[in-house]
């Protein structure tokens, strides 16, 4: 048996991901000591009876399985704080981890077709010698996780409301700057985060990144209210994926709504309800838009998929006054942009809406350097990804391709969310 290690967990653009491993090595060690090919690092992702987990070999290709197991690389190795902050010399090393799209360092994976938390089994393997004031340290081998710390997610609580007939759990944060009454930003999670772990609601996309402080900033401090359904949205009661542009969930989720804003009466601004989510979660942000058209200040639906076919025209005239952002992706082959978005886009236009905006994209590339393709240019994400773009407040032109412009000024998407009010 080796010695202990720990995982460092940063939710990015495509889930969790363990950033660093943490060596306890038991003796003062040098930056200059340190190399990060000194290390090799094995992995299975395991199930709850300790079997290696078969996986999709890729998102486009979810019936090709393969077994969870392969290697890691170490993009660098330094000394650290048990937390992972670098030093110039520690008794611990930190293996900063290079980042692969769907890649095997990844704590959350969908065995059975909704993503849960995994056990990721590393096997750690000192390769080089490591100096020392004393004796070098030399064929340490590290396979035993002693904790975890994901940062992000620590921020939120969670919860189950007492609407008897279905009650759903959620995850939320209170706004820690800002005072007086704060808004709220609903976000409803896609298919795949269904479940009954409310951190997948908020940690299976960078959902964290709305209490982030640049997302916060925007809105002077508002709550965020990530709610979590057993099944799927676009589940109208049958089980399956249908085109009826109906959902079982919908009093469920008011009522969950309703009670998290009067449980916070004193501090929530009810004039400052957002609403939005991506594919299932526009879904529903549709569907609820247009069961209670008079509820919210704004919604913001990513990828959505209420088919425009089930939308009649006294919903277009019923929703025309409210204030909505759609963002959505030209090549997204799950949720295809001509079925959904676009007729419904054109058709508010088209009867007077003045107040509803569409940043639609030609595709969905990586832009922060985070993940790479194998010639080591930026990663273009499935089209259907595009929350990516909403979550990291990218979107900022309109379907003409121009800005989205209030008051003589640019806007995000998170800039304009956060001017909408209701009329008194």
């Not at 929350?387 to 304009?416: F, H, Q, T």
Request: contains cysteine.
């Amino acid at each position: 048996m080796g010695s202990i290690y720990y995982t460092i967990t940063e939710i990015t653009d495509l889930g969790p991901f363990h950033m660093k491993l943490i060596l306890p090595l038991g003796r003062n060690v040098k930056a200059n000591a340190v190399k990060a090919e000194g290390f090799s690092v094995y992995v299975e992702l395991r199930g709850g009876k300790g079997e290696t987990l078969l996986l999709p070999r890729s998102w486009e290709r979810p019936e090709e399985k393969v077994p969870s197991k392969g290697y890691g690389i170490v993009k660098r190795a330094y000394p650290s704080s048990r937390s992972g902050e670098r030093r110039e010399e520690g008794e611990f090393v930190a293996l900063e981890m290079k980042l692969q799209p769907f890649g095997l360092i990844s704590p959350l994976a969908a065995p059975n077709g909704q993503n849960e938390f995994v056990v990721c089994d590393y096997r750690i393997t000192q390769t080089a010698e490591i100096p020392t004031e004393t004796e070098p340290l030399s064929g340490l081998v590290f396979d035993r996780c002693a904790g975890d710390t994901m940062r992000q997610a620590e921020k939120f609580l969670h919860g189950v409301s007492s609407y008897e007939e279905e009650p759903l759990k959620y995850g939320y944060f209170v706004p820690q700057t800002g005072g007086g009454r704060r808004p709220l930003l609903i976000w409803l999670h896609g298919a795949g985060e269904g479940g009954q772990d409310p951190t997948v609601a908020y940690a299976g996309n960078k959902v964290v990144n709305l209490a982030g402080d640049d997302i916060q900033a925007r809105f002077g401090g508002a709550f965020v209210l990530a709610p979590q359904v057993p099944t799927f949205w676009m589940d109208d009661g049958s089980g399956q994926y249908g085109r009826s542009g109906k959902s079982k969930y919908g009093k469920a989720l008011k009522a969950l709504i309703d009670e998290f804003v009067a449980r916070n009466d004193a501090v929530i601004d009810a004039n400052r309800i957002y609403i939005g989510g991506c594919s299932n979660g526009g879904f529903m942000t549709m569907r609820m838009v247009l069961d209670y058209p008079d509820f919210f200040a704004a919604a913001y639906p990513v990828c959505e998929a209420l088919y425009d076919e089930t939308v009649s025209d006294a919903d277009i005239e019923a929703i025309k006054h409210l204030a909505i952002w759609f963002t959505h992706a030209k090549d997204d082959s799950v949720v295809k942009p001509e079925e959904t978005v676009i007729p419904t886009y054109e058709r508010l236009i088209e009867a007077g809406a003045r107040n509803v905006h569409f940043s639609l994209f030609d595709r969905v590339v990586d832009l922060y350097g985070l993940f790479n393709d194998e010639r080591e240019e930026p990663f273009v994400y499935h089209g259907h990804f595009a929350w990516i773009y909403a979550l990291n407040d990218d979107c900022r032109l309109d379907y003409d391709g121009k800005p989205v412009i209030a008051d003589g000024k640019e806007l995000s998407l998170m800039e304009w969310l956060s001017m909408q009010r209701l009329s008194s």
